[in-house]
């Protein structure tokens, strides 16, 4: 069973900072694309970061410049940077992988999603 637990979630006031941590646990072969999406209520939820193996990263324009994406392979966890944060990058956050496993002598492939922490941003 693979699982993905974000932490670092909580309250802030606008131009403040906060960090969040996904770390990736079970059965699993290699890592290859991870992502920070996140859900304000009523909206889609929409990419904010993403990240390759290799660690180049890509980020929605409204974040550029604000969020920083990193990874550490060696504990199979992703990090987002947020600074000056606006109350407009409340939500909830969510953290996704695609990696492979095993299945016997197969090699497949899965993306799983974190439960979600929350962000708030005060005015």
């Known amino acids: 069973q693979v699982q993905l637990v974000e932490s670092g979630g909580g309250l802030v006031q606008a131009g403040g900072s906060l960090k969040l941590s996904c770390a990736v646990s079970?059965?699993?072969?290699?890592?290859?694309?991870m992502g920070w999406y996140r859900q304000a209520p009523g909206k889609q939820r929409e990419l904010v970061a993403g990240?390759?193996?290799?660690?180049?990263?890509n980020y929605v324009d409204s974040v550029k410049g604000r969020f920083t994406i990193s990874r550490d392979n060696a504990k199979n966890t992703a990090y987002l940077d947020m600074n000056s944060l606006k109350p407009e990058d409340t939500a909830v956050y969510y953290c996704?992988?695609?990696?492979?496993?095993?299945?016997?002598?197969?090699?497949?492939?899965?993306?799983?999603w974190g439960q979600g922490t929350q962000v708030t941003v005060s005015s």
């Open positions: 996704n992988a695609e990696f492979t496993y095993w299945s016997g002598f197969s090699l497949r492939e899965q993306t799983s």
């Open positions: 079970g059965r699993i072969g290699r890592i290859n694309d």
């Open positions: 990240i390759d193996r290799e660690g180049r990263p």
